[in-house]
């Protein structure tokens, strides 16, 4: 079942400028998307755009058409942004409390997705204590509270640190075990080439390729996009795509 189809999606501003150029896509249940791109490529453009966010902008014009679920969660590149409360549980409470959740269930609801990801720690904590990945963590769980059919995560993992970053990680791929439905950006996919199902290749807001991440690695590296360790090592030799890796080595972890 596709979740997710976008056809021609074009962004230009008011004065004729080309941001998004005819980019199409689509998503079926269960899917992992990786949208791969240098900074500037207009990924977050192209969430934006997805999600229909752009329309506040008068300086922007968009054409195209894009089919979505009704609720769709969002991770932002900046992930502060989304908290609106002091505390993580009053937070993460905000967008059933604007459902007309009843309270029982509300808990329950928070309750369910804090254990899943792992963040019962977190729901009595203050929102200015978390480091840049719990913010992540605490923004992506009152999103999934709302059990989206479809999940969009915008540069999940830049600037964090190892540790930070493997706490976004442990949670994608706690969604993707659940079935969940996902499309992520990222310039550096060296801990999401191998578990992401198909890959959309962008290059200055274009579709340079598209494919299975063995059938898109050399356009990745080719953009400079951030790969794994050992796969750069098998390109530098010579390998056929096929059998390259696509993991990275432990010694290439921070």
Request: no cysteine; proline share 5%.
């Amino acid at each position: 079942m596709t979740v997710l189809a976008a056809t021609d999606l074009t962004v230009r501003t008011t004065d004729g400028v080309v941001l998004l150029d005819e980019v199409s896509l689509s998503i079926e249940r269960g899917e992992t998307v990786l949208v791969a791109g240098q900074s500037g490529s207009a990924k977050t453009m192209l969430t934006k755009a997805i999600g229909g966010l752009l329309a506040s902008r008068s300086n922007l014009e968009t054409s195209g058409s894009v089919t979505r679920p009704e609720d769709v969660g969002y991770l932002f590149q900046n992930p502060t942004t989304q908290l609106v409360r002091r505390t993580v549980r009053h937070d993460v409470a905000f967008a059933l409390e604007n459902q007309g959740v009843p309270r029982a269930a509300m808990e329950r609801r928070i309750e369910q997705w804090a254990d899943r990801l792992d963040a019962e720690r977190f729901l009595d904590r203050n929102v200015d204590e978390l480091s840049r990945g719990e913010t992540a963590i605490v923004a992506l769980l009152g999103s999934l509270v709302t059990e989206p059919d479809l999940v969009v995560l915008d540069e999940p993992l830049a600037p964090l640190d190892y540790p930070n970053r493997r706490l976004v990680l442990d949670a994608i791929e706690t969604l993707q075990g659940l079935g969940s439905t996902l499309l992520i950006t990222e310039h550096d996919v060296r801990d999401l080439l191998a578990s992401t199902d198909r890959i959309v290749v962008l290059d200055d807001g274009r579709v340079a390729d598209r494919g299975t991440p063995a059938e898109t690695i050399d356009r990745l590296r080719r953009i400079g996009v951030n790969l794994p360790f050992a796969t750069e090592v098998a390109l530098e030799r010579g390998l056929p795509t096929s059998s390259v890796p696509l993991t990275t080595v432990p010694e290439d972890n921070p």
